[in-house]
């Protein structure tokens, strides 16, 4: 996770002082570019702990197509990474509660695009489609990012990460993503092991080996409240890499996973630090 220190580095050194929607205030940057080869190990985070259920949990939620925070919580009834923007979406419009329902969020856009014309597109399932029929199409992509359903009003967080394209060469699988706000201490080490999952998933259920997950940020900020936290991240070592076991159980759609088949091996890391998430 070298690449991932040396951007965390780069933001501290180099960013500049910026406003947030939040309040709180980063050190700033734009355009940040990595690539992770997930033949070399899994790239989980080793100078603290990656929060592993929590990540699995949240990418399954996607997966599902769910707008729901109860569904996240019937996978991972732990998982509380949400909570804050729920209260915060049911806050904005003026509600104690609802049925659990954020907007279109993430799995939503993934597995039930809606167009002008009402009609659904499960942009994931095509995407695996053309990954075995047609592996050289350039064509390979699921959005996210939809701005007819992305205000304050319609989704409790607009997608961070907005788009997400497959590249099938020799055999392997790479994935690369475009992220347009990314909080390189507390979200960053999240979003890559849960794309680097997403893609170890999906080349398994197309047969093929994993390659590279490219990572693309737009603003890439380090919350003026975590800086301390970042000095003291950047001052450990990073450890080896682990590796990642699927368990075969004959899966052979996306949909057929589940938590208890991903296997982190040998995954050592130094201990945990805390920082407040911005809301």
């Known amino acids: 996770m070298k690449t991932y220190l040396d951007q965390l580095r780069y ?3 180099h960013g500049v002082r910026s406003s947030d929607r939040t309040g709180v205030g980063t050190l ?14 899994f790239p989980a985070v080793t100078t603290k702990k990656l929060a592993w259920k929590v990540m699995a949990s949240e990418l399954l939620w996607f997966i599902s197509g769910s707008d729901n925070i109860q569904d996240l919580k019937a996978i991972y009834e732990k998982n509380k990474i949400w909570d804050a923007n729920y ?26 695009w809606r ?25 390979i992509l699921v959005n996210a ?25 020799e055999g392997r699988l790479s994935l690369q993503m475009y992220q347009r706000s990314a909080d390189m201490f507390l979200g960053v080490p999240f979003n890559i092991a849960s794309y680097a999952l997403l893609l170890h998933m999906v080349a398994f259920v197309c047969k093929l080996d994993v390659g590279e997950f490219v ?16 000095k003291q991240q950047l001052g450990r070592q990073p450890l080896a890499l682990p590796t990642l076991t699927i368990e075969d159980r004959g899966q052979t759609t996306i ?7 991903f296997v982190l091996n040998d995954y050592q890391c130094a201990p945990a630090i805390k920082a407040k998430m911005a809301v």
């Open 87 to 112: 209260e915060d979406y049911l806050s904005r419009l003026g509600l104690d509660q609802n049925d659990g329902s954020m907007g279109r969020i993430y799995g939503t856009q993934w597995r039930r």
């Open 28 to 41: 700033s940057s734009f355009g940040l570019h990595a690539r992770y080869d997930l033949s070399k190990g």
């Open 115 to 139: 167009g002008a014309d009402g009609q659904e597109v499960d942009q994931l399932a095509e995407a695996i489609h053309l990954i075995k029929n047609n592996p050289d199409s350039r064509r």
């Open 145 to 169: 990012w939809n701005a007819a359903e992305s205000s304050a009003n319609q989704v409790a967080l607009p997608p961070c990460h907005t788009f997400f394209q497959f590249y099938v060469a």
């Open 11 to 13: 933001v501290l050194e």
């Open 215 to 230: 990572h693309a940020i737009g603003d890439a900020h380090i919350y003026l409240d975590a800086v301390d936290q970042v």
């Open 255 to 261: 949909d057929d996973f589940r938590m208890s088949d």
